[in-house]
């Protein structure tokens, strides 16, 4: 499985961007969790959303709840995560990751290589 991610970019406070993640060489789509973390300089790095494969459930980091959206396409194998109400604090580099089964697994499955997402004025 490779995972490719694209729209990250340099944003001011409170705006918006959509990060997408395509999917290749992948089958069963929907049988996969699929999940967004970051790393911010100096931390470590953390679940900021997922979409679980048995139920469509989502989660959301509590500092991103109300801010984020993660979506996905199984036609497209792409999968999504609307960022809005950007804040600074946001700042990192942001991977994709996908694992068989119904829940989020970071420790197997594919990275993408990342996608930068700078919030500045």
């Known amino acids: 499985v490779q995972l490719v991610e694209s729209g990250g970019g340099l944003v001011q406070p409170g705006g918006s961007l959509k990060l997408t993640c395509v999917a290749s060489?992948?089958?069963?789509?929907?049988?996969?969790?699929w999940s967004w973390y970051r790393r911010a300089p100096g931390k470590e790095r953390e679940l900021v959303a997922g979409?679980?494969?048995?139920?469509?459930?989502?989660h959301y980091e509590d500092s991103v709840k109300g801010r984020f959206t993660v979506s996905r396409d199984s036609a497209k194998e792409t999968v999504f995560l609307q960022m809005n109400s950007l804040k600074p604090e946001d700042t990192a580099v942001y991977y994709c990751?996908?694992?068989?089964?119904?829940?989020?697994?970071?420790?197997?499955?594919?990275w993408g290589q990342g996608t930068q997402v700078t919030v500045s004025s």
């Open positions: 060489g992948i089958t069963f789509f929907n049988h996969y969790a």
């Open positions: 990751h996908a694992n068989w089964g119904p829940l989020i697994r970071p420790d197997f499955g594919s």
């Open positions: 979409v679980l494969s048995h139920d469509d459930g989502t």
